[in-house]
């Protein structure tokens, strides 16, 4: 299975165990803000212990997770992957972040779309989604670029920092990647 995904501005790879040292410095408070799994490594150590996890899962075929390079720069610019990979019914659930000086170049949009097409053409998957938390507009546009739909809001679902968030549903169908393709570039 091809593992490498290619775009314009970025490759998506495996994580690599030499990828811990920028693991730990890139995420930090201004990436996991918004999100709902992401546990920020405090040493090299856990960064390692976490990507080797990530290389099983992926090995396995449980959670497929990406490494974002920049092709402009070499280096990481940020995490995507797909996780509650359900086989029987043939879909699963993306959830990404950028580190803060990569934001607003459509390396997340390029990014999303380039795991769309593994998604449904390598995984052959039917349905792929997303949630985002109502206040995070800029996720929700990467969404919106790369074709998905608004689907509903989970009202007060995730507690974060203190609060009850709402989280903002996000889903596309094969078909409807099929008849768009890869949209907009950014």
């Known amino acids: 299975m091809k593992t ?15 990828d811990a040292p920028e693991l730990v410095k890139m995420a930090n408070a201004s990436v996991t803000r918004w999100t709902t799994s992401l546990r920020i490594p405090k040493t090299v150590e856990e960064a390692v212990k976490n990507i080797r996890k990530k290389q099983r899962n992926f090995r396995e075929g449980r959670v497929y997770s990406f490494a974002i390079v920049s ?6 610019a940020g995490s ?23 934001w607003n170049k ?3 949009t390029e990014a999303v779309q380039l795991v769309l097409g593994f998604a449904f053409k390598n995984l052959k998957l039917h349905r792929v989604y997303a949630r985002t938390f109502k206040e995070n507009t800029a996720s929700a ?3 919106e670029k790369a074709g998905f739909t608004k689907e509903g809001v989970d009202r007060e679902c995730y507690r974060k920092n203190g609060r ?6 996000y889903g596309i169908l094969k078909k409807e990647y099929d008849e768009k393709g890869p949209v907009s570039k950014g």
């Open 141 to 143: 546009r990467v969404l």
């Open 106 to 108: 459509g390396l997340a």
């Open 4 to 18: 490498d995904l290619v775009g314009e501005k970025v490759i998506l790879r495996p994580w690599k165990a030499s």
């Open 164 to 169: 009850w968030h709402d989280l903002v549903r």
């Open 71 to 76: 092709r402009e720069t070499g280096r990481l």
């Open 80 to 102: 995507i992957g797909l996780f509650k990979i359900d086989k029987e019914n043939k879909n699963a659930e993306v959830g990404y972040w950028i580190r803060k000086d990569y």
